[in-house]
């Protein structure tokens, strides 16, 4: 089995190899590596991202947000004394379905 030269044309990425790090990076930071787009060209992609970086709300979501922030703003309503009472008529058997009041909140729920 042969041994491995690490002086042998190995990358630079590589420790003790022949072209030592730093001029790999300042290779990598040398601005004339990079390529820049032409005036004309960086006009255009300007122009691109300005139309397509639009976004539109559609009103729904607006009209939701408004509605969230006012219930948000509001007072906390405290039904506890109509639930304590509701219950106790429940379980005495003397609670009555308003069964006309319940159909007409079933109707306007369904149009």
């Known amino acids: 089995m042969s041994k491995i030269d690490p002086n ?3 990358s630079s990425f590589f420790p003790r190899s022949k072209e030592p790090q730093s001029s790999v990076k300042s290779r990598a930071l ?7 787009n032409a005036p004309a060209r960086m006009k255009e992609l300007e122009s691109t991202t300005a139309r397509h970086a639009k976004v539109d709300i559609p009103l729904a979501v ?4 408004k509605i969230k922030k006012a219930v948000d703003q ?6 506890s004394d ?9 379980q005495a ?6 069964f006309d009041a319940l159909a007409e909140k ?4 369904e149009f």
């Open 8 to 10: 042998s044309n190995r």
């Open 30 to 36: 040398n601005p004339s590596h990079i390529q820049r």
């Open 62 to 65: 607006k009209d939701f947000a």
């Open 74 to 79: 509001s007072q906390p309503t405290d039904n």
């Open 82 to 90: 109509k639930v304590a009472r509701l219950k106790a008529q429940v």
């Open 93 to 98: 058997g003397s609670y009555k379905v308003d």
């Open 106 to 109: 079933i109707l306007s729920s």
